[in-house]
């Protein structure tokens, strides 16, 4: 009888944060189902938990799976996690995927300095964080094909009403991460941004239901995302299938702004 199949992630370890739900989770589950070991980490621990529970017997082999509870604004956090993590793998992740993120919506003439800080502080400020710990790491466990993944929008490239400070945000993640490729390139480490459209996930929920057909009709192929469309996007860049991709914005969008 032939052997269960082994997934192109067996044997790799993978950190995502925001897996708490929405996009983090299923990129967790995808990268379960390919053999990674997937370290969900999430500011919301319980939510984390729930994620790293969903992981069980997806990929079989010899994967483990773990969750922490992180605040991407943290140095001290971050730091904290990934000695934690070479404490229980003995090694540091070699993919790194970053999925946080908050919005804190309101025109640009009555944003608060205080909303406009949050979003940067959570989106720029934790990605930064998390791209210079997860370097440091991939460096000095000298991992093979190391790749990080930020999760940009396609808002941050054309720009979108009430997001003033998302928009900057996501704009700075993809410029920042096209530098860290060229830094980075030296030691084999990858480094990719995914920018996706309208994918339906829980932050749509407040968004009236007239507005998101009036989006989904300017869609090319006439449907929103799903968390699985990006999902599939950070497998790709994840895997050896990329190896000869850095610096690279992937569009995941139906094509609404060719």
Do not use: W
């Not at 017997?57 to 969750?67: K, P």
């Not at 070699?94 to 989106?123: A, P, W, Y």
């Not at 459209?197 to 090319?220: D, Y």
Request: charged share 20%; proline share 2%.
């Amino acid at each position: 009888m032939a052997g269960k199949m082994v997934g192109n992630l067996a044997g790799r370890l993978a950190l995502v944060t925001g897996a708490g739900g929405g996009i983090g989770r299923t990129i967790c589950q995808r990268f379960a189902r390919e053999g990674a070991s997937v370290i969900a980490a999430d500011i919301d621990g319980p939510n984390a938990l729930e994620t790293a529970k969903t992981l069980t017997d997806l990929g079989g082999g010899d994967a483990r799976h773990s969750h922490y509870e992180l605040d991407v604004t943290s140095s001290d956090h971050v730091e904290q996690l990934m000695a934690d993590i070479k404490k229980d793998y003995a090694t540091h992740p070699c993919i790194s995927v970053n999925g946080h993120g908050i919005t804190r919506d309101d025109f640009l003439i009555k944003m608060s300095e205080e909303s406009f800080n949050q979003v940067i502080n959570v989106n720029l400020k934790g990605t930064f964080l998390m791209i210079q710990a997860a370097a440091k790491g991939m460096i000095e466990s000298k991992v093979e094909n190391g790749s990080i993944v930020s999760i940009g929008s396609i808002s941050g490239k054309v720009g979108n009403l009430g997001q003033a400070n998302y928009v900057a945000s996501k704009a700075a993640i993809d410029a920042m991460s096209r530098t860290c490729a060229k830094e980075l390139a030296l030691y084999g480490i990858r480094c990719n941004v995914i920018l996706p459209g309208f994918i339906q996930t829980p932050m749509l929920n407040t968004i009236p239901s007239k507005l998101i057909k009036k989006f989904t009709s300017a869609i090319p192929l006439r449907r929103l995302g799903s968390s699985e469309d990006v999902a599939k996007a950070a497998y790709f860049l994840a895997s050896t299938e990329s190896s000869y991709i850095t610096g690279a914005s992937i569009e995941v969008t139906g094509g609404i702004f060719m």
